[in-house]
C-alpha cells in the first residue's frame, strides 16, 4: 500500500485545516457583522471555489503559480525554486479550493450569536478584538469545529486541482486520490482497492463528528 | 457625578425630543408606554446609538456632543447596564459572568454573597431561573464599578413575586451605589417604589402629565393609557 500518499494526504489536510481556520476566522467575522453596498458581490466572490469545476480552479492556479504569474514570481525571487509540483504548492491550491467550506459555516455560527451579547461586551470595556477571541469565538466553537471538518474531509478528498497544480511526485504532490487513479490507470485494482478502504473509516468517523457537532450547537 | 443629556433623534413614527438630568445616588426612573422611546434613550446614553443631535455631559466629561463631533465609545464610558435578558455569556458560569469586568475580582463574591447567588456561582446561565440570572447581570454591572449604572426593564421578563422580591432589593441596594441609576420600566407601581424622580416619555417626548392620566382615567377614555400594562392591576401589588 502506498503509505507515502496517504502521508502526504493527511499533511496536507492537516496544514490547510490549520492555516484556513486562522485566516478565514477574520472573513467570516468580516462577513457575518459588516454591512456595505456591494457585499453580497463580495460574498459569491468567496464563495466561487465551491462553483467553479476544481480544474477550471487548477487552470487560473497554474496561471498564477507558473513562471510567469505573480506568486510564481514572487515565490521564485524567495526561494529560488518554482511553486508548481511543490507541496507548497499545493498546499496554496488546496487551501483556496476549499476556502467556501471555512467561511461559510464560520459566518453562520457567528451571525447566530446574539446581538446584545456583543454590545454587553462593548459596555463592560472589550475592544472589538477581545469581544471576538472572548465571547464570538467560544460560543461558536460549534460552527468552527464544522467548519474545520468540512475542510479537512474536502481537502482529503481534493483531486483534479492538486493534480493540474502538482502533478504526482511520490512524497512531494502524490496524495492518495492521485495514487489510487494512477493505481487503477495500471491496472493495480489490489493498490487502489486497499488506499480506497482506508479513505471510509476516516470519512465515516469525521461525518458522524459533524453530526455530534451540528447536535450539540442546536441545544 | 451628575449625567445630563439633551438629545433630538427621528425615529420612524415620530421624533425623539428630550432632556433630563440624573444625580448620583438618585435613581430616575423612565416610565411610559411601549415603543416611546425609552430603550433608545438608554442607548444613546450608553453609547450603542448616536443621536442626531444634543448632548450627553457626565460630571466634567463630554460624552457626546453633535457639535463638536464628540462620542465616546461604550467601553470608555464605564457604565454598567442591565438589559432584560441577555447580559450573560452562554459559555461562563455565573461566577465569570460576574467577574468577567470585575474590577476587584474578590469583590464578586461579596455581591453574590449580597444577591443571595452564592450557591450557584458555578451553574452556567441556562441552568438557573431568569430571576438568578438577572441577579448575576447587577453583579456582572456592579463588578465593574460602573460610573453610571442603566437598568432597562431588568425585571420584566419575571413573575410579579420574584418582581416584586427583587425590586425590594435593589432599593436597599442603591443606598450602597454612589452613581447615577437610571431605571426603565412600563410598570407603575414599580416606578412609584424605586423612583426619585421619575421622567415621563411619551412618543419620544416628556410628558409630564402622563402618569396622573394614566391612574385617574375614566374607564372608556380611550387611549390614554395604551401600553401601560394593566396599571390599575398593577396598583394591587
Known amino acids: 500500500m502506498d503509505y507515502l500518499a496517504l502521508f502526504v494526504t493527511l499533511k496536507l489536510a492537516i496544514v490547510t485545516t490549520a492555516v484556513l481556520m486562522v485566516l478565514a476566522a477574520p472573513v467570516a467575522y468580516f462577513l457575518a457583522y459588516s454591512k456595505f453596498p456591494g457585499k453580497s458581490f463580495l460574498e459569491a466572490l468567496i464563495y466561487l471555489p465551491m462553483a467553479l469545476p476544481p480544474t477550471v480552479i487548477g487552470f487560473y492556479l497554474i496561471i498564477l503559480m507558473g513562471p510567469k504569474g505573480w506568486m510564481g514570481r514572487l515565490w521564485e525571487i524567495f526561494t529560488g525554486g518554482s511553486l508548481l509540483f511543490t507541496f507548497v504548492g499545493i498546499t496554496i491550491a488546496s487551501i483556496i479550493y476549499s476556502i467556501p467550506f471555512a467561511v461559510q459555516p464560520m459566518k453562520a455560527a457567528f451571525a447566530k450569536i446574539d446581538r446584545r451579547l456583543l454590545e454587553n461586551a462593548y459596555i463592560l470595556g472589550l475592544s472589538k478584538r477581545d469581544t471576538f477571541v472572548r465571547v464570538i469565538i467560544p460560543n461558536s466553537l460549534g460552527g468552527i469545529a464544522a467548519a474545520a471538518v468540512l475542510v479537512f474531509l474536502h481537502s482529503i478528498g481534493a483531486f483534479g486541482v492538486l493534480l493540474m497544480v502538482g502533478g504526482s511526485i511520490p512524497g512531494e504532490t502524490k496524495v492518495a486520490s492521485i495514487a489510487i487513479y494512477e493505481a487503477v490507470e495500471t491496472m493495480n485494482y489490489s493498490a487502489a482497492g486497499l488506499i480506497a478502504l482506508s479513505f471510509i473509516p476516516i470519512s465515516y468517523a469525521f461525518l458522524l463528528l459533524i453530526n455530534k457537532l451540528n447536535k450539540d450547537s442546536l441545544t | ?237
Open chain 2, 1 to 237: 457625578m451628575t449625567i445630563s443629556a439633551s438629545f433630538k433623534r427621528r425615529l420612524k413614527y415620530y421624533d425623539l425630543d428630550l432632556s433630563f438630568t440624573c444625580a448620583t445616588n438618585k435613581m430616575m426612573v423612565m416610565i411610559g408606554p411601549s415603543g416611546g422611546g425609552k430603550t433608545t434613550i438608554i442607548r444613546m446614553l450608553a453609547g450603542l446609538e448616536t443621536p442626531d443631535e444634543g448632548q450627553v455631559i457626565f460630571g466634567e466629561e463630554v460624552w457626546f456632543d453633535s457639535t463638536r463631533r464628540i462620542n465616546v465609545t461604550p467601553q470608555k464610558r464605564r457604565l454598567g447596564y442591565v438589559f432584560q435578558d441577555y447580559n450573560l455569556f452562554p459559555h461562563l458560569n455565573l461566577l465569570d459572568n460576574a467577574a468577567f469586568a470585575a474590577v476587584d475580582k474578590k469583590e464578586v463574591d461579596e455581591l453574590f454573597e449580597l444577591l443571595k447567588i452564592s450557591h450557584l456561582r458555578k451553574r452556567k446561565p441556562y441552568m438557573v431561573s431568569g430571576g438568578e440570572r438577572q441577579r448575576c447581570a447587577i453583579c456582572q454591572a456592579l463588578a465593574r464599578h460602573p460610573r453610571l449604572l442603566l437598568l432597562d426593564e431588568p425585571f420584566s421578563a419575571l413573575d410579579v413575586v420574584t418582581r416584586r422580591g427583587l425590586r425590594e432589593e435593589l432599593k436597599s441596594l442603591k443606598g450602597r451605589l454612589s452613581c447615577p441609576i437610571i431605571y426603565v420600566t412600563h410598570d407603575i407601581n414599580e416606578a412609584l417604589f424605586l423612583a426619585d424622580e421619575i421622567l415621563s416619555v411619551v412618543e419620544g417626548k416628556n410628558d409630564v402629565g402622563w402618569m396622573q392620566r394614566t391612574i385617574t382615567r375614566e374607564p372608556g377614555e380611550g387611549t390614554t393609557a395604551k401600553g401601560a400594562r394593566e396599571p390599575r392591576l398593577a396598583l394591587v401589588y
